[in-house]
């Protein structure tokens, strides 16, 4: 048990599963607890200032994790809080699903640098977190998302000469090593459900889809998932597919970033 009695306090905003229960079995792996925090039941929502709740958590937890809607709230309590605090999803972007999606690949398929990732549908939290991705571990993107649902545009400017902005995904799977896509409609846009359905026809990662990729490609989707939307059952549920490693590695990916962050060492870039 390498960090007893460390406290990871988590706020959740948005709904979760892995989250949720991979951060807070990964503590108490690590030998520490989890406090879960919902806006619902603290001060926060009741509009007790984000710098004082970050004042006052960071006093008294190791760490902090939080899922919220707008990003400048995580940077704004990280601003804030003593300890360090950790992003898990923003509208903005979700940097602890990539560790684990990048972990699952090389798992499969070795380095990860120089090889080609598709991805399918939204430009939304996820796809910004695979653009980061792709300067930091140096692999090329290709991106086919619909008109009016690109990425960050100053995301996509920082991985320029890595990604391709395309709008078929046939196109776009042509070769690649790695096919990964996300629901239409993320946690915050439930009411665009239906014009997205339609906006996003024909982007749906199914057999024609992975036919167009490499042989040992694999599937990545970071759950929950739409069977029948954004990816068919028979990818999903197929051979290629990938998701429960991917889901599972979100414990030990995290497990590494505490003890990263717990530890006293000072460790190199
Ligand atoms: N992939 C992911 O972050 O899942 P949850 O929303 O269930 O935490
Ligand atoms: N893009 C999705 C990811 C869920 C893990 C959302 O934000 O709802």
């Known amino acids: 048990m390498p960090f ?5 306090g988590m706020i959740f905003e948005k709904a979760s599963t892995r989250t949720r229960i991979s951060f807070e079995a990964g503590i108490v792996q690590l030998g520490g607890g989890a406090i879960f925090l919902s806006p619902r039941d603290t001060q926060l929502g009741r509009g007790e200032p984000i710098e004082d709740t970050a004042r006052v958590l960071s006093s008294m937890v190791d760490l902090v994790m939080i899922r919220a809607y707008e990003h400048a709230k995580v940077e704004h309590f990280a601003a804030y809080s003593s300890v360090p ?21 090389i798992e499969h398929r070795g380095d990860i640098r120089g090889r080609t990732v ?5 430009g939304n939290n996820m796809c910004n977190s695979y653009l980061s991705a792709a300067c930091q571990f140096d692999f090329q993107l290709r991106i086919a998302v619909p008109v009016g649902y690109e990425p960050d545009a100053d995301l996509l400017e920082q991985a320029a000469g890595r990604v391709v902005l395309l709008r078929d995904p046939l196109v776009a799977a042509r070769g690649a090593d790695l096919i990964a896509t996300d629901v239409w409609s993320s946690m915050g846009k439930e009411e665009e459900q239906q014009r997205r ?3 996003f026809k024909g982007y749906q990662v199914n057999a024609e889809v992975m036919a167009q990729a490499k042989p040992e490609a694999i599937f990545l989707h970071c759950l929950p998932a739409h069977r029948g939307e954004e990816v068919s059952a028979e990818v999903i549920d197929g051979p290629q597919s990938q998701v429960w490693e991917e889901a599972e590695n ?4 995290q497990k590494a970033l505490m003890e990263f962050l717990l530890s006293d060492a000072p460790v190199s870039a």
Do not use: M
């Open 197 to 199: 359905l339609q906006d």
């Open 4 to 8: 007893p009695q460390k406290v990871l």
């Open 250 to 253: 979100r414990l030990h990916a």
């Open 118 to 122: 598709t991805w399918i549908g939204d």
């Open 85 to 105: 605090v950790i992003n898990g999803l923003t509208d903005y972007n979700h940097p602890c699903q990539l560790l684990a999606d990048i972990q699952t690949f």
